[in-house]
């Protein structure tokens, strides 16, 4: 059920794209730092680093993201690699919201005492947020659900990564 909201989501997208105007269009690199809740754990908040580079086309942006995330244990450590796609809902002030959508991979590690864990797996986000512009700078504040369609271990069906995500970033306008 969820594959097939987020396949329409992404069509969706993708038509608003390519039916909106190019005015101005360059691109960015940026990063972003918050705090990642793991849904079904009781694993502490991680910290999250996300570096991202990208393309803007006036109203719809595609980027390449790389995150970071860990617990401050060095237990758990997650890393993402997606390609995100944005449309950012342009009006008269300085403030643009935007949602958006990624698929990628995410690489989850999970090292304690007990056990080790470790495994690469297809993953999935959905993205709403709001930038503020700032001459060549964009502020942003975001959520991300970031979560993977089935298990990443055969052995434990019930193990699914799925998180949410607040970031607070800056975006670099070339």
Same mark, same amino acid.
């Given at each position: 059920?969820?594959?097939?909201?987020?396949?329409?989501?992404?069509?969706?997208?993708?038509?608003?794209?390519?039916?909106?105007?190019?005015?101005?269009?360059?691109?960015?690199?940026?990063?972003?730092?918050?705090?990642? %809740?793991? @849904?079904? /754990? *009781?694993?502490?908040?991680?910290?999250? &680093?996300?570096?991202?580079?990208?393309?803007? $086309?006036?109203? !719809?942006?595609?980027?390449?993201? %790389?995150? @970071?995330? /860990? *617990?401050?244990?060095?237990?758990?450590? &997650?890393?993402?690699?997606?390609?995100?796609? $944005?449309?950012? !809902?342009?009006?008269?002030?300085? %403030?643009?919201?935007?949602?958006?959508?990624?698929?990628?991979?995410?690489?989850?590690?999970?090292?304690?005492?007990? $056990?080790?864990?470790?495994?690469?797996?297809?993953?999935?986000?959905?993205?709403?947020?709001?930038?503020?512009?700032?001459?060549?700078?964009?502020?942003?504040?975001?959520?991300?659900?970031?979560?993977?369609?089935?298990?990443?271990?055969?052995?434990?069906?019930?193990?699914?990564?799925?998180?949410?995500?607040?970031?607070?970033?800056?975006?670099?306008?070339?």
């Amino acid at each position: 059920m969820l594959g097939n909201a987020f396949k329409a989501l992404l069509v969706g997208i993708m038509l608003v794209a390519t039916a909106s105007p190019v005015f101005s269009a360059g691109p960015y690199i940026g990063f972003a730092g918050g705090v990642s %809740f793991l @849904h079904d /754990s *009781n694993i502490d908040p991680l910290r999250c &680093i996300n570096l991202n580079a990208g393309y803007n $086309f006036d109203r !719809f942006r595609l980027e390449g993201e %790389f995150g @970071h995330r /860990s *617990n401050s244990n060095g237990d758990v450590t &997650i890393m993402s690699y997606m390609a995100n796609g $944005f449309f950012d !809902f342009k009006n008269s002030s300085d %403030f643009t919201p935007f949602i958006g959508a990624g698929l990628g991979a995410i690489n989850g590690e999970l090292d304690n005492n007990a $056990f080790h864990f470790e495994d690469t797996v297809f993953a999935y986000q959905l993205i709403a947020g709001i930038g503020l512009k700032l001459n060549q700078f964009n502020i942003d504040l975001s959520y991300r659900f970031t979560g993977v369609p089935e298990s990443p271990n055969k052995n434990w069906d019930d193990l699914l990564y799925m998180s949410s995500n607040i970031y607070a970033g800056v975006r670099f306008n070339f």
